[in-house]
């Protein structure tokens, strides 16, 4: 017996009753990222091994355990994007993108990483991502994160997430507080556990992104970054505060927050939510002034943010949204009123194009096809048979409310339609 086919485990199908969703917020995305000024980029979704290796990081999880990574024919390392921004960066260094130029760039698309799939964290996962280049001070950094506030409220979803913020300072500054927080947690091996002890030696800043309960005291008692920047990073971050402030955007400072990628300096952000579970964040981004020169490129400054499609779509569905449904449904008898509900039905789209019209194909009874309108959620049902021809008119059939069916002339078919949206 032949193995069932179904999709592999962390990887799932988008079904008819949930696109809806996500479409919604995919366009609100589109509409915002005009708003703003911002062009979308699309980029493979294969790329070299090395280019995530030289800009995650080596000794990062995701290097280490997650990648999808495979080598084709040629013998050549392959892996399948486990995010955006390195892609990204790729593409603008391949196409003279950065140099002497500022770029306000946007993409959506699926991202991939072997991990253990729970709610809202899957193998395929999707992405929205956000990234600019050659833009140094802290307004673009508050212009993101503005733009996420902006979608939040369009959504409906600001009441339920919270902005945290911190600053990393420059990479030196960053790798003088590493040397401070080793030393810190080398008094104290005893109580990191392994994962720690093993990030102790490649990352030690994600020892503080453990959610290892056992760790908190520790983790709470440790060395903060904010005291090992200088005083122009301190500048810039309170630059963006200030600015945060005065467009009404609450923020939290949370001294903890690192980011578990390499490529971050100066200001990172989270924006997390409390109602789905262990995976709150569902946005987050930050400054990576060093990631283009570090991938063969000129020094540019660049800052940027990716929020998960899946976990904006768990929260959307929390909400009652109204679904868009068709505004009519053609039922036709005989052939005659099979092949001009063809011709009505374009002539309809192109008076009426933000309403469905959906056309009954195949030979069915009339109960049968007021039945598939119904189900459809349409409005009405307008009915051509052979006597409508004869006669040059339509009939309409209320489905969602009691009313008492129309014989309309056909060319008062429209004007009806558009006073009944």
């Known amino acids: 017996m032949s193995k069932k086919l179904q999709a592999i485990r962390g990887m799932h199908d988008v079904l008819p009753d949930k696109s809806p969703v996500w ?14 000024g911002y062009s979308e980029i699309r980029m493979p979704l294969v790329e070299s091994t090395d280019l995530f290796c030289r800009s995650i990081g080596e000794v990062t999880d995701i290097v280490e355990k997650e990648m999808y990574t495979f080598e084709d024919r040629n013998g050549d390392s392959l892996s399948l994007r486990p995010e955006g921004t390195a892609s990204c960066v790729r593409a603008g260094l391949e196409h003279g993108l950065f140099y002497n130029q500022t ?8 991202m991939f990483r072997h991990e253990r799939p729970q709610k809202g964290r899957y193998r395929q996962f999707h992405q929205i991502g956000i990234e600019c280049f050659g833009m140094a001070g802290a307004e673009i950094e508050a212009e993101i994160i503005l733009m996420s506030y902006r979608l939040w409220k369009k959504l ?43 990030r102790l030696t490649s990352n030690p800043l994600r020892i503080l992104d453990s959610k290892n309960p056992a760790m908190q005291g520790l983790i709470e008692s440790a060395p903060q970054l904010i ?15 200030r600015y945060l402030t005065d467009a009404g955007v ?15 300096s100066h200001t990172v952000f989270e924006w997390v939510t409390s109602s789905l579970g262990a995976q709150g964040t569902v946005c987050a981004g930050g400054r990576y002034d060093g990631l ?3 991938l063969g490129g000129k020094q540019t400054p660049a800052v940027g943010l990716a929020m998960g499609v899946e976990r ?6 929390q909400h009652e949204l109204p679904l868009k449904t068709p505004l009519a449904y053609i039922v036709h008898q005989g052939a ?10 374009e002539k309809l789209r192109d008076q009426l194009p933000q309403e469905g019209i959906v056309l009954h194909c195949g030979n069915a009874s009339l109960k049968s096809q007021f039945k598939k309108a119904d189900k459809t959620g349409a409005k009405f049902a307008i009915i051509v048979g052979e006597q409508e021809i004869e006669q040059n008119q339509v009939a309409i059939k209320f489905l969602r409310e009691r009313k008492e069916q129309l014989q309309l002339p056909q060319d008062k078919l429209i004007s009806f339609l558009k006073n009944n949206p």
């Open 23 to 36: 479409q919604r917020l995919e366009k609100a995305m589109f509409e915002v990222c005009q708003q703003y």
């Open 250 to 264: 609450s923020f939290v400072h949370n001294p903890r927050l690192v980011r578990g990628l390499d490529y971050y």
């Open 336 to 345: 005659a009123g099979e092949a001009y509900s063809l011709q009505l039905a």
């Open 292 to 294: 283009i020169e570090q």
């Open 156 to 198: 409906g979803l600001s009441a339920e997430l919270t902005l945290e913020i911190n600053s990393l300072g420059t990479s030196d500054e960053r790798l003088r507080y590493k040397e401070v927080l080793v030393e810190f947690f080398n008094q104290h091996i005893d109580q990191l556990d392994d994962d720690s002890k093993r």
């Open 227 to 241: 005291n090992s920047i200088g005083d122009e990073s301190r500048l810039h971050f309170e630059k963006l505060q």
């Open 312 to 317: 904006l779509v768990l929260l959307l569905e």
């Open 103 to 110: 770029q306000r760039l946007w993409y959506q698309g699926p």
